[in-house]
């Protein structure tokens, strides 16, 4: 039997296919019964006339219940009015395995219940449509720094030190030492980039917060590109093409998705390069006139990137944070004491920083006071402190977070719908 799959019916218009998924939905009048197959490909109506299929097959419909699996047979055919624009003129029917007492049904569920349930929770379109969303924007970081000459270079996930403060690090024992979970791959990255120039690394990141916030994960997917000669400036812009290249890519091949999400692409349509940028400064005045418990040389905190990013129609750039409140490999600017050579990226709509990065600092002794500074072990940093002892270099790079450009991009909520099984403060299962 000529088996496929739902996405790709156009090509079988006139054949006897054979389908196989799960029931969606079903409903029968008489002599005509239809079935809602849902393959993870796409939904297909698949139409029993009495008289027209088997006869064993028309009678066992009855037994369908949602998320049954079953194979079916039929003709395809072109119709407007079925999801993905094909049906199927069933003749044959088998349940393989019973679905009994389905948890979902299309009642409300409440968040918790669901987030139980997400291993079925993940079959619902809308979480279906976000995880394809994904798997696009995964593809298209892929593309983007592969198609430009960059060197993929794995970071490793067990570390012996910090990299953005020892508050969030995840401990666990590396046989008699102890290690933690790489918060980030950036200071790898930093060797990198002077062996190979141009470099990035992806992959899933660890941070202890123990806070329930819409934008936390507990682990999430961070790419991270690092260039050598790069300055600030040029970080900002690989990063603005780069945002560019992903949310016009993802307008263009996966329009149907955003459908299901019910996604008003109107604002990401606009998101070309380049961004605009504003001084740390120049925010925090900003900020201060409309949250009045905003404290100038403070951090921003939710309310305060919105405050930001509604004033334009284009994810902006914050760059110029206080020292103070960033890591300790930020570069100071030397004609500005007290300020890094850090930028942040707000996405539109107040969805809030996507990106976080800067130019990194290079002077050997400055970075060893730094090290001191932040209450850090110099000796853990040995290897790192070699990259200024050995042809120090300008670089810069940033960090991108996965789930929270697919929240953006799907326009959804929390960033517990955006990766397939989130871990978050006081969740590990499913
Ligand atoms: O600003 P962050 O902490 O920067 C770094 O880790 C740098 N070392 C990156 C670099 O320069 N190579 O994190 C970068 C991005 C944030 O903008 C955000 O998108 C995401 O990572 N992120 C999180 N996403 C989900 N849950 C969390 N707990 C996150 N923490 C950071």
């Not at 960090?399 to 959804?412: A, K, N, Q, S, Y």
């Amino acid at each position: 039997m000529n088996r496929t799959y739902i996405e790709d019916l156009s090509r079988h218009v006139g054949q006897t296919v054979e389908l196989c998924g799960w029931v969606y939905s079903k409903r029968s009048s008489g002599k005509i019964k239809f079935l809602l197959l849902r393959d993870g490909t796409g939904l297909c109506q698949c139409v029993y006339f009495k008289g027209e299929c088997d006869e064993t097959s028309f009678a066992e419909f009855e037994q369908l219940t949602q998320e049954a699996c079953v194979f079916v047979t039929g003709v395809v055919k072109e119709e407007k009015r079925s999801p993905g624009g094909f049906e199927l003129s069933a003749r044959t029917l088998k349940i393989h395995s019973p679905s009994v007492d389905y948890p979902i049904g299309p009642k409300e569920h409440g968040t918790d219940f669901l987030m139980n349930n997400r291993h079925l929770w993940l079959r619902s379109s809308q979480q279906h449509a976000a995880i394809r969303v994904r798997a696009e924007i995964i593809k298209s970081v892929r593309d983007f720094f592969d198609g430009r000459g960059f060197t993929l270079i794995d970071a490793p996930i067990f570390t012996p030190s910090a990299c953005e403060g020892t508050s969030t690090l995840f401990e666990t024992k590396y046989f008699d030492e102890k290690a933690y979970l790489s918060q980030s791959g950036q200071l790898y990255m930093e060797a990198g980039a002077a062996a190979f120039g141009k470099v990035y690394c992806f992959g899933p990141t660890f941070r202890a917060e123990k806070s329930k916030t819409r934008r936390h994960l507990i682990e999430f997917w961070m790419v991270e590109p690092e260039v050598a000669f790069n300055d600030l400036y040029d970080n900002m812009e690989l990063a603005e093409q780069f945002v560019e290249y992903i949310v016009q890519r993802v307008l263009k091949n996966k329009a149907a998705e955003l459908k299901v999400l019910e996604r008003n692409t109107e604002a990401l349509a606009k998101v070309t390069a380049p961004f605009p940028r504003l001084h740390y400064k120049e925010a925090a005045e900003i900020i201060a006139k409309e949250n009045l418990e905003f404290k100038k040389g403070e951090d921003f905190g939710g309310t305060d990137e919105t405050i930001i990013s509604s004033k334009y129609n284009k994810p902006v750039f914050v760059h110029h944070y206080p020292a103070a409140i960033k890591a300790f490999y930020m570069k100071e600017d030397e004609k500005e004491a007290g300020s890094s050579m850090s930028c942040d990226l707000l996405a539109t709509e107040g969805y809030g920083e996507i990106i976080g990065g800067g130019q990194r600092e290079d002077n050997l002794n400055k970075l060893m006071g730094k090290i001191k500074e932040h209450n850090l072990n110099p000796e853990d940093f040995g290897w790192y402190t070699d990259l200024r002892r050995y042809g120090s270099f300008p670089h810069a790079g940033f960090g991108l977070g996965i789930e929270r450009t697919v929240g953006w991009i799907c326009g959804l909520s929390h960033v517990r719908e955006t990766i397939p099984f989130p871990r978050l403060y006081g969740r590990l299962r499913p």
